[in-house]
């Protein structure tokens, strides 16, 4: 049992000063003073993490519940509303470890299931991935707005950057695809959740080029890097991992071709991301 109690005499801290204690906590075996404070810190969560659970309502829970996947936050795929307020299922506590990224990096940290918070949205992902074009399934408005509710709250509370709030398939380009072309990651960004690139930074990045203009592999390559995604390779050719990086990029701010081809409109966004959050001084 642990309970605070305040402190009633005076002792010596730190090399003999004498000062009274304002807090003490009594634990089970020793007991801990909250008098003084580090400024040397921060908070655990850095990053909040997207998905789509690629189930329906039953499976996903049954598996957000088991022994080898979980995630801090379940939103079903039409949430329930106490009166206007969604209902969402916590099934880690914020303090804890869930296990939503797996093999993950962004912006030079890897593992992020250590800095993060995971939601996963109740969505089948796409179908048709044996005959092409996949057929996507699209996110009720009942689930981006409990998905608005809860990251406008965490994002609050841990003082999360735009550009940290990512999908799965930021930090695991080549393995994941979540939450998918048509997660609206502009809509969100307009209320203050995530990154978008402004317009006119795009229009500048362009430069008068057709959107569709082949680009320099290795200039879209560096740039991708300098934003997150800090497994693509600076080799300038158009390899597998640049592929797909490329591609994930575009599923996040240009789900309109996700080809992975190295184009104008690509690299102007890109740019424009770069300048906005990596190098705000060239605003």
Known sequence: MRKIIPAIIMMPVLSGCMTQLPDTEIRDTYVVSHAF???AQNERVRF?????????DEQSLKTLTGDYVSAHYLVPSEPEFRGKKPLILQLVDENKRAWHAGVSSWN?????NDSSVGIEIVNMGYTGAETEPLI?????EKQIEAVKALAKDIIRRYQITPD????????????KTDPGVLFPWRELADEGIGAWPEP??????????????PADVKTIQVLLKQYGYDQIPLNGIMDDITQKTI??????????DISGRADAETEAIAAALVSQYRRPEGK
Do not use: C, K
């Open 37 to 39: 404070s580090s400024a």
């Open 48 to 56: 909040l993490v997207l998905h789509y659970t690629a189930q329906d």
């Open 108 to 112: 030079g940290r890897t593992n992020i």
């Open 136 to 140: 996507w399934q699209p996110y009720s």
């Open 164 to 175: 940290n709030v990512i999908g799965h398939s930021d930090v695991a380009p080549l393995r």
């Open 200 to 213: 006119a930074r795009v229009s500048r990045y362009l430069d008068g080029r057709n959107a569709d203009e």
């Open 247 to 256: 591609s994930a990029f575009q599923m996040h701010f240009r789900p309109g």
